[in-house]
């Protein structure tokens, strides 16, 4: 048995409840312990906030090397179960999980956005395939979230379409090995609740403004509730506040 199996079925258990699993992303060790001291069950890590902390703009400028070495160190300051945003695979998802499985991770984020537009499901379909491939020869249950991108990318279409297509490509990525369902820039209730109803994977929502409150969430049957780079934005917002106070700014 993998080492971190219990870890990984930790997190599975984490997506059924009773309430959903809230991930306060992290991007570092620091931040990574100063999140589970805040009580969190788990942690996972916001592609934006690394690259951000590392002076580079997200969409896999940071090199896989550095995004494995920032996952080796937050698995070595915490015990809990850590599931990474791996962005679009890095180009090679099958390695890029061995990787991030060696380093600590028990589970991911894949996204199929393509910066402008979205990949093919089936294509998408056959990258989380080999994930999976990956995960399975390290003896791990490794948590694959796939993540689509339909409402951050797809602002102008009906938000039925969108949904029915958001289904359709759930139903091809669980069966390629998917765990749950990643839907960023959603927040209409009854939308999220027709897909809650309609998917069969644990749905995870990312809190961004107009987003229904967690316990909102909750009733609505969400699994799993994520706030991407905002917990980042907000130290640093933190950190403005400070400097300005520490020059003696009056309007601060």
Do not use: K
Request: proline share 7%.
């Amino acid at each position: 048995m993998h080492p971190r199996t219990e870890l990984a079925r930790r997190l599975h258990a984490l997506h059924r409840g009773p309430r959903p699993l809230l991930l306060f992303n992290i991007w570092d060790a620091g931040s990574a312990r100063t999140v589970a001291a805040c009580g969190a069950e788990a942690l996972a890590t916001s592609s934006w906030a690394a690259a951000a902390a590392h002076g580079v703009d997200d969409g896999e400028h940071l090199p896989l090397r550095a995004t494995i070495e920032a996952v080796r160190r937050i698995a070595a300051a915490s015990g809990l179960p850590l599931t990474v945003d791996l962005e679009r695979g890095f180009g090679d998802p099958g390695s890029t999980v061995a990787q991030a499985i060696e380093a600590g991770a028990v589970g991911c984020n894949l996204e199929d956005g393509l910066g402008a537009g979205l990949r093919p499901p089936g294509e998408q379909a056959a990258l989380i395939r080999e994930a999976r491939a990956a995960a399975d020869a390290a003896g791990l249950p490794f948590f694959i979230n796939a993540r689509t991108d339909l409402f951050l990318q797809g602002a102008d279409g009906r938000d039925e379409d969108r949904i029915e297509q958001t289904l359709s490509r759930a139903r091809a990525y669980a069966g390629a090995g998917a765990d749950g369902l990643f839907v960023p820039g959603l927040t209409d209730p009854a939308l999220i609740a027709t897909l809650v109803r309609g998917c069969a994977l644990p749905l995870n929502i990312m809190v961004v403004p107009g987003c229904p409150p967690l316990a909102e969430l909750a009733r609505l049957g969400v699994a799993r509730v994520s706030h991407g780079p905002g917990p980042y934005m907000s130290a640093m917002q933190a950190v403005t506040g400070a400097f300005a106070l520490a020059r003696g700014d009056r309007s601060s």
